[in-house]
């Protein structure tokens, strides 16, 4: 005689969600067990047991990673939607609280990190002490991710793609140019400079998945040249550092070098290029996730800041 299948739990085991979304996360048991400082049969016997309890399969592997099956994707997305709901729940009680508490989570491109700091973030921390801010450097597409899934309420991308789901509050025009100091011989042609130009000199290029490094790689199909780099590093300091120091050549844009420019240390030059010369940042925020009375202040001065407070914004 054939059995009825076990019907579904009453209620879903917190840690078993949790290893199980930072599994998926992560792309891989391993990398999701050395972010959380667990073993990794800890976390397979978490997501085994959710299996269990649900009757289906929800992970599969591939290779050394993980992925979801079609059930553990509607599951991860509940999830994400859960965590979305709480935090908009406790963003709700901390309202009664007049801005005194709570926490808010930023992930940001690393050129903005400084113009942020000072803007922004030490003045704001100042007047709202009990209140906790997390400011997390990212390349462009975990800046993407982390505000999509929840993680981050707030991102500040550098040619983003700006995916479904995800609201563009402000943009503003920022062209990457050509970095170099100021006595290379770069800065005694006409601007903009010929894209050639440029190559001619040792590349130093951020890494892959960052915004810069798309616009790059987007500039090297339509141009069909080929950008050899003598140097790559996920680090514009370490980039900046190349360029100083030798006569090397690397692309970033200008907000990303206040202090540098300003003391007369590195020059930018516009490149005559659409790709480059049209490159825009980007405040973003999920669509439909309401923000805690704290955040909503912290977007709004984040605005109101340049380069961003040049431009018209959008109501949230």
Not at 80 to 89: I, K
Not at 250 to 274: C, K, M
Request: glycine residues 8%; negative net charge.
């Amino acid at each position: 005689m054939a059995h009825d299948k076990e019907p579904f739990p009453a209620h879903l085991n917190s840690r078993w969600l949790h290893y199980f979304s930072q599994a998926l996360d992560a792309g891989s048991i391993r990398t999701a067990s050395d972010r959380l400082d667990v073993e990794p049969s800890v976390i397979s016997r978490q997501i085994r047991q959710l299996e269990q309890a649900l009757g289906m399969t929800l992970v599969e592997r591939h290779g050394r990673g993980v992925r979801a099956t079609e059930a553990g994707g509607i599951l991860l997305d509940f999830y994400r939607e859960r965590d979305v709901a709480e935090q908009t729940l406790l963003g709700q009680l901390a309202e009664l609280d007049g801005l005194q508490r709570g926490h808010i989570s930023l992930a940001i491109s690393e050129g903005y990190s400084d113009r942020l700091m000072s803007g922004v973030m030490n003045d704001f921390c100042a007047r709202h002490p009990q209140l906790t801010v997390e400011m997390n450097l990212a390349n462009v597409n975990d800046v993407v991710r982390q505000v999509y899934e929840g993680q981050a309420h707030i991102g500040i991308a550098y040619a983003p793609r700006l995916t479904p789901g995800i609201e563009s509050v402000v943009s503003v025009h920022q062209p990457l140019c050509a970095i170099v100091h100021p006595r290379h011989p770069l800065t005694r042609l006409p601007q903009p400079l010929a894209l050639d130009a440029t190559l001619e000199w040792p590349l130093g290029l951020v890494g892959h998945g960052y915004g810069i490094r798309q616009l790059i790689d987007a500039a090297a199909v339509i141009s069909k040249r080929h950008f050899h780099a003598s140097l790559v590093s996920n680090s514009l300091a370490t980039l900046k550092q190349y360029v100083s120091s030798g006569d090397g050549v690397t692309f970033i844009g200008r907000v990303a070098l206040l202090h540098e420019l300003r003391r007369g240390q590195l020059v930018a030059l516009e490149i005559d290029h659409p790709v480059f010369q049209e490159a825009e940042a980007h405040v973003i925020v999920r669509r439909q996730r309401p923000l805690s009375p704290a955040a909503k202040q912290l977007l709004r001065e984040i605005v109101d800041l340049w380069p961003f407070g040049e431009r018209e914004r959008v109501d949230w």
